[in-house]
């Protein structure tokens, strides 16, 4: 074979994969920009439900950007999706809360959404801010919105992202009809409310409150079964200096947050010999230490840890009932089963948690 020929292949090659990045690129440049304006678009494909088709940070956003009023929100992990807006707004007589948690969310995300919030949703007044060992990672779960990014580099990388150019081709489907309308079921007589407040339907909620034996199973699968143990890893230290700059931003625009390690099953918390627990409160310790700021806490091994009827199908994703009990005491600043830890009161919290436990754990080793 000649080198004149190998060299017209290679430039061939070039040209043909040229031709296509660049047609990837013309779609996405002219969809993706508009998706978050096209209200319509967006509905048909995301509405009612929060585990469809693009990503939850780009709904979240379409939801956080077309809030006409917000002063309050409740940010977090896939767990709070069941912490419900309209109870803030009847707490405070306002209308103006949403629920923008993320499905494995990081406080490297949550860093950039608040933000972009302070940037552009002035008027906001407090944010609940829920925590948990696995937000102190780095691990991406699904693509931020591009609006997002900070540096130059993100941007450049999330513009041109396999998920990018899939989710710009998933907009285009839907708009002409070629995908259908109905991906995932939805509840009958589901209102709006549920996707704009984005707080989450789980529609075997009602199903169990209507049957005992559906009930009686999955206490009796999250009592028997088996699970994955939860095991201490290396935290992202980029994790913890934007949660620092959070807290920073935030009191000098007099914004409130208020940090919070939602509730999991007392399993889970004593898997591999407290390790989750461990995990949890090392993580509290430096908060209250480095941060001095005060965290709420309902994982103290309370009815709500042990009350397995309290949670939806897995040991990490609590039910509206136990939501509702956690908001209500985050609200009123009153804590009767959680407990607020302070850097005043880590060691006391922390020798209680010990005896209730009654035998040597790595929670010694946080004294």
Do not use: C
């Not at 005992?212 to 143990?229: E, P, S």
Request: glycine share 4%; proline share 2%.
């Amino acid at each position: 074979m000649s080198m004149k020929f190998q060299n017209f292949k290679k430039y061939y090659f070039y040209f043909i994969s040229t031709v296509i990045f660049g047609i990837l690129f013309i779609v996405t440049l002219i969809l993706y920009t508009k998706a978050y304006k096209n209200e319509k678009i967006m509905n048909s494909i995301y509405k009612k439900n929060h585990h469809a088709i693009l990503s939850d940070r780009v709904t979240r956003f379409y939801i956080l950007n077309n809030a006409k009023k917000l002063d309050h929100i409740i940010m977090g992990s896939s767990s709070g999706w069941v912490l419900n807006p309209k109870m803030i707004e009847d707490s405070y007589q306002s209308d103006g809360a949403i629920n923008i948690s993320l499905g494995g969310g990081s406080v490297n995300e949550h860093h950039k959404f608040i933000l972009w919030i302070l940037e552009n949703k002035k008027e906001v007044k407090e944010i609940m801010l829920n925590l948990e060992p696995n937000t102190f990672h780095n691990k991406v779960y699904s693509r931020l919105p591009y609006e997002l990014e900070i540096s130059l580099k993100d941007k450049v990388g999330n513009f041109f992202s396999f998920i990018t150019v899939k989710d710009a081709i998933k907009i285009l489907l839907t708009k002409f009809g070629l995908l259908p309308k109905k991906t995932f079921p939805i509840e009958k007589n589901t209102n709006d409310s549920y996707f704009y407040y984005g707080f989450r339907h789980y529609p075997e909620y009602f199903q169990r409150l209507k049957n005992d034996k559906m009930m009686k199973k999955m206490v009796n699968d999250l009592k028997n079964g088996a699970y994955q143990i939860y095991q201490d890893k290396e935290y992202n230290k980029l994790a913890f200096k934007n949660l620092a700059k959070i807290l920073k931003i935030t009191k000098k625009k007099n914004i409130q947050v208020k940090l919070f390690f939602d509730p999991v099953t007392y399993r889970k918390l004593k898997s591999n010999n407290y390790e989750y627990l461990y995990s949890e409160l090392k993580i509290i310790k430096k908060i209250v230490n480095d941060f001095n700021h005060d965290v709420l806490f309902f994982n103290n091994l309370n009815k709500i840890n042990y009350s397995l009827d309290l949670f939806e199908d897995g040991h990490d994703h609590y039910n509206y009932d136990a939501g509702k009990i956690v908001l209500e005491e985050i609200l009123k600043d009153e804590l009767k089963i959680g407990i607020k830890i302070s850097k005043n009161n880590f060691n006391d919290v922390l020798y209680t948690l010990i005896k209730k436990i009654e035998k040597r754990t790595k929670l010694d080793a946080l004294h």
